[in-house]
């Protein structure tokens, strides 16, 4: 009898665990099909020194943000709507809401400790599902939200935890990037510094880890704002580890990474082996990598409509690549040649097929003033970037910041 006990207790693991192995293997196959799904971005080396201005279609467009009494000073983000443009300043802790002819629709000034106010704008996103703009306040570990066409405030959600930066998501969510500061009511086993945490449309919180497979120092990053970057429509968020080729975008339901785009530099992508076989003082880390003769440190992934734009390093250079999307092709240049008249600012945000840049009127005034000490009167007459900078000078009579929309040409 206790033979025949032990047999079936025997049979019974064994099948279990066949059950367990075929699990495992029907996810690690789910995960082979998702990675054989994702497009390829292929960088190609072999146009080095293309100027900006090469590869900017002619009819840039500006934008002059037109406001009454309030200028905006240090613009910290910028996010777009269909027909409006929501604009956070961190000095003055306001939101102003634009037209897409500049001109001012409201602004949210309310800093405080009433109902209806925040103590500091950390950060702020659209709402699209709910119509509304949502504004994270650390000290108050909330989210205010303010009607996304009057300004109006709505409510307000606290949650259990800091956290310095968020993302809404699409269908009503929000994504925390990292919590910073562990908080007693999860406990000190539940907190980790390399968690995000989410929410649905109602409001429940989630925790899970975001997950990746890559293997080395880069198993598992901190979901940070530095390396969250939202797509044209804000509905999609692409998530761009420090060392690594691919680009993921979160999944919420299961908590992991799914991946998105593979960046292939082909023989110059990092390996995982140059990761392994480093075992010195972390101080030292990038000064490894750039020796390695390999491409790191990816960001400003920004997505549109029909383009994709990030910048890398290799070998201690900075590079950028754009990516079109109808006909795979790719162009990779290095940064900014100022020397042969070209002078541009790297794009903060995306709006439709166009890449976005954000300039201070005391930003434009340096660009000038680099020109003018460099080149005669003659030569300045032919530099197309001085004359578009000194055109916006005389323009800009709100002496707010600026906007400047640009378009790439079609890749050779």
């Not at 300045?380 to 800009?396: C, H, P, V």
Request: charged share 25%; net charge neutral.
């Amino acid at each position: 009898m206790e033979y025949t006990f032990i047999c079936k207790r025997f049979a019974i693991l064994w099948l279990s665990l066949l059950c367990f192995i075929s699990c495992q293997n029907e996810k690690e196959n789910i995960d082979l099909v998702r990675v054989s799904e994702v497009d390829t971005i292929r960088v190609d080396f072999h146009r080095k020194d293309v100027l900006y201005s090469e590869i900017i279609q002619e009819d840039v467009k500006v934008l002059y943000l037109k406001t009454h009494e309030s200028v905006l000073f240090y613009v910290t983000k910028l996010v777009f709507s269909e027909d409006k443009i929501y604009i956070s300043d961190k000095n003055n802790d306001q939101i102003f809401c634009f037209n897409l002819a500049g001109d001012l629709v409201f602004n949210i000034h309310k800093p405080g400790y009433g109902p209806e106010e925040y103590v500091k704008i950390d950060d702020f996103g659209l709402n699209n599902k709910a119509q509304v703009i949502e504004v994270l306040d650390t000290r108050r570990q909330r989210v205010a939200q303010y009607d996304i066409n009057t300004g109006e405030f709505r409510s307000a959600v606290n949650y259990p935890f800091y956290t310095k930066t968020f993302t809404p998501l699409h269908g009503g969510g929000r994504l925390f990037h990292n919590s910073s500061i562990p908080n007693s009511n999860f406990g000190n086993s539940d907190y980790d510094n390399r968690m995000a945490f989410v929410t649905d449309s109602s409001n429940n919180l989630l925790k899970g880890y975001f997950r990746q497979s890559e293997k080395g120092l880069d198993k598992i990053r901190l979901v940070t704002q530095r390396n969250i970057f939202p797509s044209y429509n804000s509905q999609i968020l692409n998530y761009i580890p420090l060392y690594t080729n691919m680009a993921y975008q979160p999944d919420t339901m299961n908590g992991l990474l799914r991946p998105a785009y593979f960046l292939d530099f082909k023989e110059k992508s990092l390996k995982d082996g140059v990761l392994k076989s480093f075992n010195q003082p972390m101080g030292t880390f990038d000064a490894y990598i750039a020796e390695s003769g390999l491409v790191y440190s990816i960001s400003n992934f920004l997505e549109a409509k029909n383009s994709i734009y990030f910048d890398f390093y290799l070998s201690g250079l900075k590079y950028k690549t754009i990516y079109e999307k109808s006909t795979g092709k790719s162009l990779t240049y290095r940064s900014l040649v100022r020397g042969q008249g070209n002078f541009r600012i790297d794009p903060v945000s995306v709006y439709k097929d166009y890449h976005v840049t954000v300039l201070s009127e005391e930003q434009v005034s340096s660009v000038l003033s680099y020109f003018e000490n460099r080149f005669s009167e003659d030569q300045l007459r032919e530099i197309s970037d001085y004359q578009m900078y000194k055109g916006t000078a005389r323009q800009n009579v709100n002496r707010n910041p600026i906007l400047i929309f640009s378009k790439y040409r079609s890749i050779d």
